[in-house]
């Protein structure tokens, strides 16, 4: 299913989906025992939480029946999908009914794996520490989550009066590495309370930024709407790997070579051509592990020097990922109007505007380019008309007006906070009604315009 689509009341855990269909399979098969297989088959497919449209779609496809009714708890029961009765009269549904159970609370691996879903960790920037940052000791079911920008006293405080069991904070509170843990940091205090309480802690940071329909896009999207593009391309997360191509003198001494690179465990993808009758030319693509082992295998060959070309084999780019956006709007708005809708947008009564050299607040802007919390690194170099980030230095800003480019800034996690309404909305959709995900009401950015 597509995120967002789905409202809360519709949503279906796994455990119940097996549950629905294990009472129902066997309710059926007393009418039709043909279709019992197919029942077992869907559900061995069950792996993760499924949608209630999923399972109906999936019973009238596999079964080529008129599902009469298909319940899933919230709060209280209610019939979702009422269709017209089974020809077969019988009265399965009304004990389906009284063996439904509302969904289990998660536990923290289940609930990791769906936030990495949302936003998978290798998105990350290779300087970043994303994922889980405090496991308690004991297995603990995850039913509150924490959403918060930033995790800082008042926040903890937050989570221990409502005796939070995991934390997503979107910067991650522990960054550098410690050597002790004391009391005399107020990070590492954080982290001992957090172990105490035993509350796990975890971070996305620049994985949410990156992933498509993310911070970035969000936030540019509250300019109005456009093409966009990434600014830095995020790449596939395999394995890097290298090709190396030489000359064989002939089809058995090219064989006999191929056949040693799959003895040394190398996993080989290759082509080989005859452009005239004295060599092969060969190509062949191995990872970055075993590329000591392929170069070693080939030098006990008369393989020379010149002939032996390693080239290391790019990884392919992830459409929509990466760090910033840019984009051309579908119709130029003056700056004053990119003001008030980045505004309204981040929910903010001001913020700050560096006007691009020649530009006035009825200066037309056609591009935009976006950078949550510090961007500059990020924007640098970027034409645009004009910039939206979170900070950026004294010096960056004047390096962006003499540019000619408009520079608004709303302070560092201002640019980014809004977001977690949009996060927690897709949470609810993927995790059962048991687990309550909450928005901090302590959180906010240290900085105030007064």
């Not at 959403?147 to 008042?154: K, S």
Request: glycine letters at 4%.
């Amino acid at each position: 299913m597509f995120s967002g689509c789905l409202k809360p009341s519709v949503r279906l855990c796994t455990p119940f989906c097996k549950s629905f269909l294990t009472t129902f399979s066997s309710s059926f098969s007393l009418f039709l025992p043909q279709f019992s297989q197919s029942f077992s088959t869907l559900q061995k497919n069950i792996q993760s939480p499924l949608s209630s449209l999923f399972l109906y779609s999936e019973l009238h496809t596999s079964l080529n029946i008129n599902t009469a009714f298909i319940h899933c708890y919230s709060s209280s029961p209610q019939s979702l999908f009422p269709s017209p009765p089974l020809s077969c009269s019988f009265s399965i549904f009304s004990s389906l009914s009284q063996s439904f159970h509302p969904c289990e609370p998660m536990d923290l691996s289940e609930v990791i794996e769906v936030l990495e879903q949302l936003a998978p960790l290798s998105l990350a920037e290779p300087w970043d520490n994303v994922g889980l940052l405090v496991e308690p000791s004991k297995a603990r079911l995850v039913k509150t989550m924490l959403l918060t920008n930033d995790l800082t006293v008042p926040v903890m405080e937050e989570a221990e009066a409502m005796n939070c069991d995991l934390i997503v904070s979107y910067h991650p509170p522990l960054f550098r590495p410690f050597k002790k843990l004391v009391q005399r940091d107020w990070k590492q205090q954080l982290a001992i309370r957090a172990v105490e309480a035993g509350i796990a802690v975890y971070s996305p940071h620049t994985a949410l930024d990156s992933v498509r329909g993310g911070v970035n896009d969000w936030l540019i999207g509250g300019v109005g709407s456009g093409t966009v593009s990434v600014l830095s391309q995020a790449l596939s997360s395999t394995p890097l790997s290298h090709k190396l191509e030489f000359s064989g003198k002939n089809y058995e001494e090219v064989k006999t070579i191929l056949d040693e690179l799959r003895e040394t465990g190398v996993t080989l993808q290759y082509t080989t051509t005859r452009p005239d009758s004295d060599a092969y030319n060969v190509s062949v693509t191995c990872p970055d592990s075993m590329l000591t082992s392929a170069v070693q295998t080939l030098s006990r060959y008369n393989i020379s020097k010149e002939s032996l070309t390693i080239l290391q084999v790019n990884k392919p780019p992830l459409p929509g990922c990466g760090q910033g956006r840019r984009s051309t709007l579908n119709e130029p708005i003056p700056i004053a109007t990119a003001v008030q809708r980045i505004k309204s947008h981040l929910g903010l009564s001001h913020v700050r505007l560096a006007l691009g050299a020649q530009h006035t607040l009825e200066t037309p802007v056609t591009t935009v380019a976006v950078c949550a919390g510090s961007g500059a690194s990020v924007l640098q170099g970027v034409k645009a008309d004009l910039f939206v980030t979170g900070e950026m230095s004294h010096h960056e800003v004047l390096d962006a007006v003499a540019a000619g480019t408009s520079v608004i800034l709303s302070d560092h996690s201002n640019s980014e906070r809004g977001f977690l309404s949009v996060l927690r909305e897709r949470l609810l959709v993927r995790l059962p009604d048991s687990v309550s995900v909450k928005l901090s009401q302590r959180d906010r950015d240290p900085l105030e315009i007064l």
